[in-house]
Nanobody
């Protein structure tokens, strides 16, 4: 059974940091690119960051570039999103997705999401 389980969300103050994790099971994690998406209330889902299966090539949305870092541990079947210098506009539900290939706009597998609230 394929599963992607996100964790690490919560309440954080503006300027703070948070690391999200996405643990994968039920498929060969190292064969898939991974992405993080977010959806704020009343807004469309947006791509935050993607990482190639090799862990080297990465892509970021302009709104998070320089503040967020996507990484992965293929041995541990886990993808991460390190979020620094958080802003209130980063408040959203964050989802990880497994992609057939890097740059694929439609992940084949999705997690249930973890909520991040940036507020003082």
């Amino acid at each position: 059974q394929v599963q992607l389980v996100e964790s690490g969300g919560g309440l954080v103050q503006p300027g703070g940091s948070r690391r999200l994790s996405c643990v994968a099971s039920g498929f060969t994690f190292s064969n898939y690119a991974m992405s993080w998406y977010r959806q704020a209330p009343g807004k469309e889902r947006e791509l935050v960051a993607s990482i190639h299966s090799n862990g080297i090539v990465r892509n970021y949305a302009p709104s998070v570039k320089g503040r967020f870092t996507i990484s992965r541990d293929n041995a541990g079947n886990t993808a991460y999103l390190q979020m620094n210098s958080l802003k209130p506009e980063d408040t959203a539900d964050y989802f990880c997705g497994a992609d057939r290939s890097f740059g694929d706009p439609d992940p084949i597998y999705w997690g249930q999401g973890t909520q991040v609230t940036v507020s003082s």
